[in-house]
């Protein structure tokens, strides 16, 4: 009688990129439960993935949440950037970028609240940076043409930046906190561009 078989060893997971799929996985979890419900076993479970194999990669709950706000960055930005056209002069430059800030605000309430929550986040991860700092800059760039002179950072270019951003990202907040009037559609009834047409600094 031949001997039996030896039992199998473990299965390494072969994944042609596993870390994105687990990002892509819990930015669709995100979408669908909002921030609440996410776990590291959830999104391992719908990649099919061990519970433990996030951890491989990211080390923790927090670390892949890090990483998915790095993604939603680079997706801000890209939003950002999308109703920009070479013609337009600066105004109308703030308020495509302004508007496309909204509209993604808008589109991804979880997303977005993940992005700036330094609870969930760790803002000192690399790759968090340099994502945040990607969208950031079309803000500022878009400050600088609003300031002539202010090519170099400094006093007057940081203010403005600061100015736009806070504005722009306060909007965004109120409108989904349901905190702005707002009309049949749920949409606020006074966009964020129509704000800045009437004020006289950036009409």
């Not at 060893?9 to 892509?24: D, I, Q, S």
């Not at 719908?46 to 960055?73: C, D, M, Q, Y």
């Not at 308020?95 to 700036?116: N, Q, S």
Request: glycine residues 10%.
């Amino acid at each position: 009688m031949s001997a039996s078989p030896s039992p199998a060893g473990p299965r390494p997971y072969h994944h042609g990129n596993l870390k994105t799929a687990l990002v892509e996985a819990g930015l669709a979890l995100l979408e669908e439960r909002g921030l609440g419900d996410l776990s590291l076993r959830e999104i391992a479970a719908r990649v099919g993935v061990s519970h433990t194999a996030p951890k491989n990669h990211f080390g923790s709950l927090k670390g892949l949440l890090t990483a998915i706000a790095a993604e939603g960055f680079r997706r801000h930005a890209a939003a950002l950037e999308a109703g920009l056209k070479p013609a337009d002069g600066p105004v109308e430059r703030l308020h495509a970028a302004a508007e496309g800030y909204v509209r993604f605000a808008r589109a991804h309430p979880a997303l977005f609240r993940l992005m700036f929550s330094a609870d969930l986040c760790d803002f000192g991860d690399p790759d968090l940076t340099a994502a945040a700092s990607e969208s950031y800059g079309v803000l500022a760039r878009l400050a600088g043409r609003l300031e002539p002179g202010t090519a170099e950072p400094g006093e007057r270019q940081t203010r403005m930046e600061t100015l736009l951003w806070s504005i722009v990202h306060g909007y965004a907040t109120l409108a989904n906190e349901g905190q702005l009037a707002a009309g049949p559609d749920g949409a606020p009834v006074h966009g964020i561009a129509d704000l800045f047409r009437h004020w006289p600094r950036f009409a």
